[in-house]
Protein backbone atom coordinates (compact mmCIF):
# COMPACT_ATOMS: atom_id res chain seq x y z
CA UNK A 1 0.00 0.00 0.00
CA UNK A 2 1.09 3.68 -0.66
CA UNK A 3 3.98 3.32 -2.27
CA UNK A 4 4.59 6.98 -2.37
CA UNK A 5 2.81 10.17 -0.82
CA UNK A 6 1.93 11.77 -4.03
CA UNK A 7 0.89 8.74 -5.87
CA UNK A 8 -1.62 7.40 -3.62
CA UNK A 9 -3.09 11.10 -2.76
CA UNK A 10 -3.23 11.44 -6.68
CA UNK A 11 -5.18 8.44 -7.30
CA UNK A 12 -7.78 9.86 -4.68
CA UNK A 13 -7.99 12.71 -6.78
CA UNK A 14 -7.87 11.68 -10.37
CA UNK A 15 -11.24 11.08 -12.44
CA UNK A 16 -11.90 9.95 -15.70
CA UNK A 17 -14.61 11.79 -18.19
CA UNK A 18 -14.81 9.38 -21.68
CA UNK A 19 -16.02 11.50 -24.24
CA UNK A 20 -17.57 9.21 -27.33
CA UNK A 21 -18.59 9.75 -30.86
CA UNK A 22 -19.88 6.89 -32.73
CA UNK A 23 -18.79 6.47 -36.42
CA UNK A 24 -17.85 3.88 -38.80
CA UNK A 25 -14.16 2.80 -39.03
CA UNK A 26 -11.89 -0.05 -40.90
CA UNK A 27 -10.40 -2.10 -38.54
CA UNK A 28 -6.42 -2.06 -38.67
CA UNK A 29 -6.80 -6.30 -38.82
CA UNK A 30 -9.62 -7.37 -40.74
CA UNK A 31 -10.00 -4.48 -42.95
CA UNK A 32 -13.64 -4.52 -42.01
CA UNK A 33 -15.61 -1.71 -41.57
CA UNK A 34 -17.33 -1.77 -37.36
CA UNK A 35 -18.96 0.57 -35.47
CA UNK A 36 -16.39 2.60 -33.08
CA UNK A 37 -17.66 5.09 -30.58
CA UNK A 38 -14.12 7.01 -31.09
CA UNK A 39 -12.08 8.06 -33.30
CA UNK A 40 -8.43 6.79 -32.78
CA UNK A 41 -7.33 10.72 -31.61
CA UNK A 42 -9.85 10.01 -28.90
CA UNK A 43 -8.09 6.49 -28.29
CA UNK A 44 -4.97 8.12 -27.57
CA UNK A 45 -6.23 10.46 -25.70
CA UNK A 46 -7.89 7.79 -23.27
CA UNK A 47 -4.95 5.74 -22.94
CA UNK A 48 -3.10 8.53 -22.19
CA UNK A 49 -5.52 9.61 -19.23
CA UNK A 50 -5.62 6.08 -17.83
CA UNK A 51 -1.34 5.65 -18.06
CA UNK A 52 -1.31 7.94 -14.70
CA UNK A 53 -4.05 5.98 -13.07
CA UNK A 54 -2.26 2.64 -13.59
CA UNK A 55 0.82 3.65 -12.35
CA UNK A 56 -0.62 5.15 -9.62
CA UNK A 57 -2.34 1.78 -8.94
CA UNK A 58 0.29 -0.24 -9.46
CA UNK A 59 3.34 1.39 -9.13
CA UNK A 60 6.08 1.43 -11.66
CA UNK A 61 9.05 -1.35 -11.09
CA UNK A 62 11.94 0.73 -10.30
CA UNK A 63 14.55 -0.98 -13.07
CA UNK A 64 15.53 1.62 -15.61
CA UNK A 65 17.28 -1.31 -17.67
CA UNK A 66 14.37 -3.45 -17.56
CA UNK A 67 11.99 -0.60 -18.62
CA UNK A 68 14.24 0.18 -21.26
CA UNK A 69 14.70 -2.94 -22.87
CA UNK A 70 10.75 -3.44 -22.80
CA UNK A 71 9.98 -0.37 -24.08
CA UNK A 72 12.85 -0.96 -27.02
CA UNK A 73 10.74 -4.09 -27.96
CA UNK A 74 7.51 -2.71 -27.80
CA UNK A 75 8.61 0.07 -29.87
CA UNK A 76 10.41 -2.83 -32.30
CA UNK A 77 7.50 -5.08 -32.63
CA UNK A 78 4.87 -1.95 -33.06
CA UNK A 79 6.85 -1.36 -36.08
CA UNK A 80 5.53 -4.54 -37.93
CA UNK A 81 2.08 -4.45 -36.39
CA UNK A 82 -1.22 -3.64 -38.04
CA UNK A 83 -0.62 0.21 -36.55
CA UNK A 84 2.89 0.94 -37.43
CA UNK A 85 2.27 4.75 -36.93
CA UNK A 86 0.48 4.23 -33.49
CA UNK A 87 2.92 4.81 -30.76
CA UNK A 88 3.22 2.15 -27.79
CA UNK A 89 4.23 2.28 -24.45
CA UNK A 90 5.30 -0.85 -22.82
CA UNK A 91 6.05 -0.87 -19.04
CA UNK A 92 6.89 -3.04 -15.68
CA UNK A 93 4.18 -2.62 -12.88
CA UNK A 94 5.12 -3.18 -9.47
CA UNK A 95 2.33 -6.20 -8.70
CA UNK A 96 3.23 -9.53 -7.90
CA UNK A 97 -0.08 -11.02 -9.46
CA UNK A 98 1.07 -12.95 -12.77
CA UNK A 99 -0.89 -10.60 -15.47
CA UNK A 100 -0.33 -8.17 -18.79
CA UNK A 101 -2.73 -6.31 -19.81
CA UNK A 102 -3.33 -3.76 -22.49
CA UNK A 103 -5.22 0.10 -22.54
CA UNK A 104 -6.54 1.34 -25.53
CA UNK A 105 -4.00 4.09 -27.33
CA UNK A 106 -1.38 1.97 -27.14
CA UNK A 107 -0.32 1.21 -23.60
CA UNK A 108 0.91 -2.39 -22.58
CA UNK A 109 1.44 -3.45 -18.85
CA UNK A 110 3.09 -6.39 -17.72
CA UNK A 111 3.52 -7.02 -14.34
CA UNK A 112 6.67 -7.76 -12.73
CA UNK A 113 5.10 -10.72 -12.03
CA UNK A 114 4.53 -11.95 -15.29
CA UNK A 115 8.45 -11.20 -16.16
CA UNK A 116 9.25 -13.31 -12.81
CA UNK A 117 7.51 -16.58 -14.45
CA UNK A 118 8.74 -16.33 -18.17
CA UNK A 119 11.63 -18.02 -18.76
CA UNK A 120 13.04 -16.47 -22.29
CA UNK A 121 12.42 -13.71 -24.45
CA UNK A 122 10.74 -15.69 -26.94
CA UNK A 123 7.95 -16.28 -24.41
CA UNK A 124 7.96 -12.06 -23.38
CA UNK A 125 7.64 -11.29 -27.26
CA UNK A 126 4.67 -13.59 -27.51
CA UNK A 127 3.01 -11.78 -24.34
CA UNK A 128 3.68 -8.61 -25.52
CA UNK A 129 2.34 -9.44 -29.28
CA UNK A 130 -1.15 -10.76 -27.66
CA UNK A 131 -1.53 -7.66 -25.68
CA UNK A 132 -0.58 -5.25 -28.79
CA UNK A 133 -2.60 -7.61 -31.00
CA UNK A 134 -5.78 -6.54 -28.71
CA UNK A 135 -4.71 -2.78 -29.23
CA UNK A 136 -3.61 -3.34 -32.75
CA UNK A 137 -7.14 -4.93 -33.56
CA UNK A 138 -8.78 -2.11 -31.26
CA UNK A 139 -10.70 -4.94 -29.46
CA UNK A 140 -11.10 -2.67 -26.14
CA UNK A 141 -13.02 0.14 -28.33
CA UNK A 142 -15.13 -2.21 -30.33
CA UNK A 143 -15.91 -3.49 -26.65
CA UNK A 144 -16.92 0.11 -25.59
CA UNK A 145 -19.50 0.38 -28.33
CA UNK A 146 -21.78 -2.62 -26.16
CA UNK A 147 -20.22 -1.51 -22.76
CA UNK A 148 -19.45 1.70 -20.52
CA UNK A 149 -15.88 1.65 -19.97
CA UNK A 150 -14.99 0.81 -16.24
CA UNK A 151 -14.59 4.30 -14.38
CA UNK A 152 -12.00 4.77 -11.50
CA UNK A 153 -13.94 3.72 -8.46
CA UNK A 154 -12.95 5.13 -5.57
CA UNK A 155 -14.07 4.86 -1.79
CA UNK A 156 -16.64 7.33 -2.25
CA UNK A 157 -18.48 4.96 -4.66
CA UNK A 158 -17.81 2.16 -2.33
CA UNK A 159 -19.47 3.82 0.73
CA UNK A 160 -22.01 4.74 -2.15
CA UNK A 161 -23.32 1.12 -2.48
CA UNK A 162 -24.78 -1.41 0.05
CA UNK A 163 -23.13 -4.36 -2.03
CA UNK A 164 -20.11 -4.29 -0.24
CA UNK A 165 -19.17 -7.87 -1.63
CA UNK A 166 -18.89 -6.31 -5.39
CA UNK A 167 -17.37 -3.10 -4.31
CA UNK A 168 -15.10 -4.67 -1.78
CA UNK A 169 -13.81 -7.08 -4.41
CA UNK A 170 -12.94 -4.49 -7.00
CA UNK A 171 -11.29 -2.45 -4.70
CA UNK A 172 -9.64 -5.54 -2.91
CA UNK A 173 -7.91 -5.67 -6.83
CA UNK A 174 -5.84 -3.19 -6.26
CA UNK A 175 -6.88 -1.19 -9.41
CA UNK A 176 -10.68 0.82 -9.79
CA UNK A 177 -10.43 0.59 -13.43
CA UNK A 178 -12.72 -2.24 -14.61
CA UNK A 179 -11.67 -3.35 -17.79
CA UNK A 180 -14.01 -5.08 -19.50
CA UNK A 181 -13.44 -8.93 -21.04
CA UNK A 182 -12.43 -9.81 -23.95
CA UNK A 183 -14.41 -11.93 -26.02
CA UNK A 184 -13.92 -15.65 -27.31
CA UNK A 185 -12.71 -14.15 -31.06
CA UNK A 186 -11.30 -11.51 -29.56
CA UNK A 187 -8.75 -13.71 -27.66
CA UNK A 188 -8.17 -15.78 -30.78
CA UNK A 189 -7.43 -13.07 -32.95
CA UNK A 190 -5.13 -11.47 -30.13
CA UNK A 191 -3.27 -15.19 -30.24
CA UNK A 192 -2.88 -15.35 -33.48
CA UNK A 193 -1.79 -11.48 -33.87
CA UNK A 194 0.94 -12.59 -31.15
CA UNK A 195 2.30 -15.52 -33.26
CA UNK A 196 2.61 -13.64 -36.00
CA UNK A 197 4.63 -10.34 -34.44
CA UNK A 198 6.73 -12.85 -32.68
CA UNK A 199 7.64 -14.57 -35.67
CA UNK A 200 7.94 -11.59 -38.11
CA UNK A 201 10.72 -10.14 -35.00
CA UNK A 202 12.28 -13.68 -35.58
CA UNK A 203 11.51 -15.06 -32.64
CA UNK A 204 10.17 -18.71 -31.83
CA UNK A 205 6.66 -18.24 -31.16
CA UNK A 206 6.13 -21.66 -29.89
CA UNK A 207 7.31 -20.90 -26.30
CA UNK A 208 3.98 -18.56 -25.84
CA UNK A 209 2.28 -22.60 -26.05
CA UNK A 210 4.69 -23.25 -23.57
CA UNK A 211 3.87 -20.25 -21.29
CA UNK A 212 0.68 -21.31 -21.44
CA UNK A 213 0.78 -24.36 -20.10
CA UNK A 214 2.25 -22.77 -17.19
CA UNK A 215 -0.70 -20.58 -16.59
CA UNK A 216 -3.21 -23.41 -16.88
CA UNK A 217 -1.34 -25.37 -13.98
CA UNK A 218 -1.25 -21.69 -11.68
CA UNK A 219 -5.29 -21.81 -12.43
CA UNK A 220 -5.14 -17.94 -12.43
CA UNK A 221 -8.56 -16.35 -11.45
CA UNK A 222 -10.59 -14.68 -14.03
CA UNK A 223 -10.31 -11.28 -12.13
CA UNK A 224 -6.64 -11.66 -10.84
CA UNK A 225 -4.84 -8.57 -9.90
CA UNK A 226 -8.21 -6.50 -10.94
CA UNK A 227 -8.31 -6.98 -15.23
CA UNK A 228 -8.53 -9.83 -17.00
CA UNK A 229 -6.09 -12.64 -17.07
CA UNK A 230 -4.17 -12.77 -19.53
CA UNK A 231 -5.09 -16.35 -19.96
CA UNK A 232 -8.71 -15.62 -20.21
CA UNK A 233 -11.30 -18.56 -19.08
CA UNK A 234 -12.69 -18.62 -22.59
CA UNK A 235 -11.28 -20.00 -25.24
CA UNK A 236 -10.10 -23.35 -23.62
CA UNK A 237 -6.99 -22.69 -22.56
CA UNK A 238 -5.80 -26.13 -24.02
CA UNK A 239 -7.22 -25.14 -27.56
CA UNK A 240 -5.27 -21.85 -27.75
CA UNK A 241 -2.15 -23.43 -26.97
CA UNK A 242 -2.73 -25.85 -29.88
CA UNK A 243 -3.87 -22.72 -32.07
CA UNK A 244 -0.86 -21.05 -30.89
CA UNK A 245 1.40 -23.86 -32.01
CA UNK A 246 -0.72 -23.95 -35.46
CA UNK A 247 -0.68 -20.38 -36.35
CA UNK A 248 3.05 -20.25 -35.86
CA UNK A 249 4.18 -23.17 -37.84
CA UNK A 250 1.86 -21.34 -40.40
CA UNK A 251 4.12 -18.30 -40.13
CA UNK A 252 7.31 -20.02 -39.67
CA UNK A 253 6.27 -21.90 -43.45
CA UNK A 254 5.31 -18.93 -45.16
CA UNK A 255 8.40 -16.86 -43.80
CA UNK A 256 10.78 -19.65 -44.17
CA UNK A 257 13.91 -17.63 -41.78
CA UNK A 258 16.80 -20.17 -41.03
CA UNK A 259 16.45 -20.05 -37.34
CA UNK A 260 13.88 -18.73 -34.61
CA UNK A 261 15.58 -17.01 -31.19
CA UNK A 262 14.29 -17.91 -27.71
CA UNK A 263 17.42 -16.06 -26.04
CA UNK A 264 16.78 -17.74 -22.37
CA UNK A 265 19.88 -16.72 -20.84
CA UNK A 266 19.90 -13.24 -21.55
CA UNK A 267 16.55 -13.10 -20.50
CA UNK A 268 16.68 -14.66 -16.82
CA UNK A 269 20.05 -12.59 -16.63
CA UNK A 270 18.49 -9.43 -17.17
CA UNK A 271 15.80 -10.35 -14.36
CA UNK A 272 18.34 -11.81 -12.05
CA UNK A 273 18.05 -9.51 -8.30
CA UNK A 274 13.82 -8.95 -9.03
CA UNK A 275 11.33 -8.77 -6.33
CA UNK A 276 9.41 -11.90 -6.15
CA UNK A 277 6.28 -12.20 -4.46
CA UNK A 278 4.65 -9.87 -2.17
CA UNK A 279 7.26 -6.49 -1.55
CA UNK A 280 7.11 -6.15 2.43
CA UNK A 281 8.23 -2.39 2.69
CA UNK A 282 4.69 -1.94 0.85
CA UNK A 283 2.81 -2.97 3.33
CA UNK A 284 2.59 -7.06 5.15
CA UNK A 285 0.88 -8.69 7.44
CA UNK A 286 1.94 -11.01 10.65
CA UNK A 287 -0.48 -12.80 12.35
CA UNK A 288 -3.44 -10.47 11.60
CA UNK A 289 -1.25 -7.11 11.98
CA UNK A 290 -0.63 -4.79 8.98
CA UNK A 291 3.26 -3.48 9.31
CA UNK A 292 4.18 -0.84 6.96
CA UNK A 293 7.91 -0.54 6.82
CA UNK A 294 8.26 2.69 4.82
CA UNK A 295 5.94 4.44 6.63
CA UNK A 296 6.56 3.15 9.76
CA UNK A 297 3.03 2.64 11.37
CA UNK A 298 1.23 -0.89 12.08
CA UNK A 299 -2.40 -1.82 12.97
CA UNK A 300 -4.52 -4.67 13.40
CA UNK A 301 -7.18 -6.12 12.17
CA UNK A 302 -10.19 -8.94 12.90
CA UNK A 303 -9.50 -12.38 12.53
CA UNK A 304 -11.31 -14.45 9.96
CA UNK A 305 -11.07 -10.77 7.83
CA UNK A 306 -9.65 -10.87 4.66
CA UNK A 307 -7.31 -8.14 3.98
CA UNK A 308 -6.01 -6.89 0.50
CA UNK A 309 -3.04 -4.47 0.26
CA UNK A 310 -3.15 -2.17 -2.75
CA UNK A 311 -0.98 0.82 -3.39
CA UNK A 312 -3.90 2.92 -3.19
CA UNK A 313 -4.93 1.35 -0.14
CA UNK A 314 -5.98 -1.47 1.96
CA UNK A 315 -8.96 -3.25 2.25
CA UNK A 316 -10.50 -5.61 5.25
CA UNK A 317 -13.61 -7.43 4.67
CA UNK A 318 -15.57 -10.48 6.72
CA UNK A 319 -16.33 -13.12 4.79
CA UNK A 320 -20.22 -12.62 4.90
CA UNK A 321 -19.50 -9.46 2.63
CA UNK A 322 -21.89 -6.98 4.88
CA UNK A 323 -19.03 -4.95 6.51
CA UNK A 324 -16.23 -3.48 5.31
CA UNK A 325 -12.97 -1.69 6.37
CA UNK A 326 -10.88 0.87 4.05
CA UNK A 327 -7.44 2.35 4.88
CA UNK A 328 -6.13 5.04 2.74
CA UNK A 329 -4.24 8.95 3.09
CA UNK A 330 -6.05 12.14 2.86
CA UNK A 331 -4.40 14.91 0.68
CA UNK A 332 -5.77 17.08 3.38
CA UNK A 333 -2.92 19.12 5.46
CA UNK A 334 -5.65 19.07 8.51
CA UNK A 335 -7.49 16.59 10.86
CA UNK A 336 -10.69 18.99 10.74
CA UNK A 337 -10.26 19.72 6.99
CA UNK A 338 -9.94 15.78 5.97
CA UNK A 339 -13.36 15.66 7.84
CA UNK A 340 -14.75 18.20 6.10
CA UNK A 341 -13.31 17.21 2.78
CA UNK A 342 -14.56 13.83 3.51
CA UNK A 343 -17.94 14.51 4.58
CA UNK A 344 -18.67 16.86 1.10
CA UNK A 345 -16.92 14.80 -1.23
CA UNK A 346 -19.26 11.78 -0.59
CA UNK A 347 -22.03 13.14 0.42
CA UNK A 348 -22.03 12.11 4.29
CA UNK A 349 -24.19 13.56 6.54
CA UNK A 350 -22.38 14.00 10.10
CA UNK A 351 -24.11 12.36 13.11
CA UNK A 352 -21.58 12.92 15.38
CA UNK A 353 -17.63 13.59 15.86
CA UNK A 354 -14.98 14.03 18.91
CA UNK A 355 -11.72 14.36 19.60
CA UNK A 356 -9.74 11.29 20.75
CA UNK A 357 -6.13 10.30 20.93
CA UNK A 358 -4.98 7.02 19.62
CA UNK A 359 -1.90 5.50 20.84
CA UNK A 360 -0.88 9.13 21.31
CA UNK A 361 -1.56 10.08 18.12
CA UNK A 362 -4.50 13.28 17.73
CA UNK A 363 -7.17 11.96 15.83
CA UNK A 364 -10.60 12.82 14.81
CA UNK A 365 -13.60 10.04 14.85
CA UNK A 366 -16.75 10.98 13.25
CA UNK A 367 -20.32 8.93 12.67
CA UNK A 368 -22.45 9.60 9.62
CA UNK A 369 -25.12 8.58 7.62
CA UNK A 370 -25.32 7.92 3.80
CA UNK A 371 -28.53 7.54 1.89
CA UNK A 372 -28.17 4.99 -0.97
CA UNK A 373 -29.44 3.44 -4.04
CA UNK A 374 -28.80 -0.26 -5.37
CA UNK A 375 -28.27 0.39 -9.31
CA UNK A 376 -29.59 -2.95 -10.10
CA UNK A 377 -32.78 -2.71 -8.04
CA UNK A 378 -33.55 0.89 -7.78
CA UNK A 379 -34.06 -0.24 -3.49
CA UNK A 380 -33.26 2.53 -1.58
CA UNK A 381 -31.28 2.43 1.86
CA UNK A 382 -29.03 3.87 4.63
CA UNK A 383 -25.15 3.15 5.15
CA UNK A 384 -23.43 3.82 8.27
CA UNK A 385 -19.88 4.92 8.11
CA UNK A 386 -17.20 5.29 11.41
CA UNK A 387 -14.38 7.10 10.23
CA UNK A 388 -11.23 7.93 11.96
CA UNK A 389 -8.82 10.50 11.17
CA UNK A 390 -5.28 10.14 12.43
CA UNK A 391 -2.46 12.54 12.43
CA UNK A 392 0.64 10.80 11.93
CA UNK A 393 3.66 13.25 11.06
CA UNK A 394 2.45 15.16 8.69
CA UNK A 395 0.33 12.98 6.96
CA UNK A 396 -3.49 11.98 7.87
CA UNK A 397 -4.68 8.57 7.81
CA UNK A 398 -8.25 7.67 7.33
CA UNK A 399 -10.00 4.08 8.58
CA UNK A 400 -13.50 4.28 7.22
CA UNK A 401 -16.01 1.41 8.72
CA UNK A 402 -18.90 0.69 6.77
CA UNK A 403 -22.40 -1.12 7.20
CA UNK A 404 -25.70 -1.16 6.41
CA UNK A 405 -27.68 0.60 8.92
CA UNK A 406 -29.18 -2.96 9.96
CA UNK A 407 -25.94 -4.73 10.14
CA UNK A 408 -24.48 -1.58 11.48
CA UNK A 409 -24.30 -2.24 15.54
CA UNK A 410 -23.44 -5.95 14.63
CA UNK A 411 -20.22 -4.43 13.29
CA UNK A 412 -19.12 -1.38 14.95
CA UNK A 413 -17.12 -3.02 17.65
CA UNK A 414 -15.05 -5.32 15.41
CA UNK A 415 -14.33 -1.97 13.39
CA UNK A 416 -13.36 0.72 15.98
CA UNK A 417 -11.13 -1.92 17.99
CA UNK A 418 -9.08 -2.42 14.89
CA UNK A 419 -9.28 1.15 13.90
CA UNK A 420 -8.01 2.07 17.70
CA UNK A 421 -4.64 -0.17 17.50
CA UNK A 422 -3.11 2.43 14.53
CA UNK A 423 0.17 3.07 16.01
CA UNK A 424 3.93 4.20 15.13
CA UNK A 425 6.10 1.16 14.16
CA UNK A 426 9.14 0.98 15.78
CA UNK A 427 10.40 -2.70 16.03
CA UNK A 428 13.43 -2.39 13.70
CA UNK A 429 13.06 -6.31 12.56
CA UNK A 430 9.49 -5.27 11.20
CA UNK A 431 10.88 -2.30 9.86
CA UNK A 432 13.99 -4.24 8.20
CA UNK A 433 12.38 -6.91 6.24
CA UNK A 434 13.62 -7.80 2.93
CA UNK A 435 11.91 -8.50 0.10
CA UNK A 436 12.11 -12.33 -1.48
CA UNK A 437 14.26 -12.11 -4.81
CA UNK A 438 14.56 -13.90 -8.07
CA UNK A 439 17.99 -15.32 -8.27
CA UNK A 440 19.58 -16.99 -11.45
CA UNK A 441 22.43 -19.46 -11.13
CA UNK A 442 24.11 -22.06 -13.52
CA UNK A 443 24.00 -25.83 -12.80
CA UNK A 444 26.93 -27.34 -11.76
CA UNK A 445 26.12 -31.11 -11.98
CA UNK A 446 23.41 -32.62 -14.50
CA UNK A 447 20.74 -34.07 -12.48
CA UNK A 448 16.93 -33.81 -11.70
CA UNK A 449 15.75 -30.51 -10.95
CA UNK A 450 14.81 -32.09 -7.69
CA UNK A 451 18.82 -32.64 -7.11
CA UNK A 452 19.34 -28.90 -8.70
CA UNK A 453 17.38 -27.27 -6.21
CA UNK A 454 18.66 -29.25 -3.09
CA UNK A 455 22.04 -28.70 -4.42
CA UNK A 456 21.35 -24.94 -4.00
CA UNK A 457 19.62 -25.24 -0.34
CA UNK A 458 16.34 -24.89 -1.50
CA UNK A 459 13.82 -26.00 0.70
CA UNK A 460 11.45 -28.94 0.10
CA UNK A 461 8.19 -26.55 0.63
CA UNK A 462 9.47 -24.34 -2.56
CA UNK A 463 9.90 -27.35 -4.84
CA UNK A 464 6.54 -27.38 -6.38
CA UNK A 465 6.93 -23.65 -6.66
CA UNK A 466 10.10 -23.28 -7.83
CA UNK A 467 9.68 -25.90 -10.67
CA UNK A 468 6.88 -24.01 -11.84
CA UNK A 469 8.98 -20.62 -11.86
CA UNK A 470 11.10 -22.57 -14.39
CA UNK A 471 8.53 -24.53 -16.46
CA UNK A 472 10.79 -27.69 -15.80
CA UNK A 473 9.33 -30.93 -13.97
CA UNK A 474 10.91 -31.96 -10.42
CA UNK A 475 11.87 -35.19 -11.88
CA UNK A 476 13.18 -34.00 -15.68
CA UNK A 477 17.33 -33.83 -15.88
CA UNK A 478 18.95 -30.57 -16.13
CA UNK A 479 22.16 -30.33 -17.96
CA UNK A 480 25.30 -28.89 -16.56
CA UNK A 481 25.62 -25.37 -17.53
CA UNK A 482 22.09 -24.52 -17.40
CA UNK A 483 20.84 -21.08 -15.82
CA UNK A 484 17.86 -21.85 -13.50
CA UNK A 485 15.90 -19.67 -11.43
CA UNK A 486 16.21 -20.10 -7.45
CA UNK A 487 14.78 -17.38 -4.40
CA UNK A 488 16.23 -16.17 -1.72
CA UNK A 489 16.91 -12.66 -0.31
Known amino acids: ????????????LISTAVITVISCAVNPVTG???????????????GLSYDPQVLASFGEYNNPALQSWVQAKGTEMGKISHRPNLQYHVKVVDSPVVNAFAVPGGYIYLTRGIMANLNNEAEFIGVLGHEMGH???RHSVSQQTKQQLGTLILIGGMVASPKFAN??????????????SFSREDEREADALGSEYATKMGYDGTKMAD???VLIRMNLSEAEGGVPTFLSTHPDPGDRYNAVLRNTKAWQDKLQLPSYKVNADSYLQMIDGMVYGEDPKQGYTIDNIFYHPELRFRFSFPAGWQLTNAPTQVTIQPSDGKALMLFTLSNQKTLQSAVDTT?????????????KSVNG?????????????????????TNVVLTYFVQYGSLIYVFHGVSTEADFESYAPTMEASMKTFAQLTDQSK??????????????????MASVLSSFNMPQNMMEELSLLNNIELNETVQAGRYIKIIGE
Do not use: W
Not at 1 to 7: E, G, L, Q, W
Not at 167 to 180: N, P, S
Not at 343 to 355: D, H, I
Not at 365 to 376: C, E, H, N, R
Open 1 to 12: MMKTKSALIYAA
Open 32 to 46: RKQIMLMSEAQEIQL
Open 135 to 137: IAA
Open 167 to 180: YAEQAMQGLGLLFL
Open 211 to 213: FYK
Open 343 to 355: MAMYGLQLQRSEK
Open 361 to 381: LQAIVTLAKQPVQDQSTGATG
Open 431 to 448: INVKPKRIHVRKVQRTGT
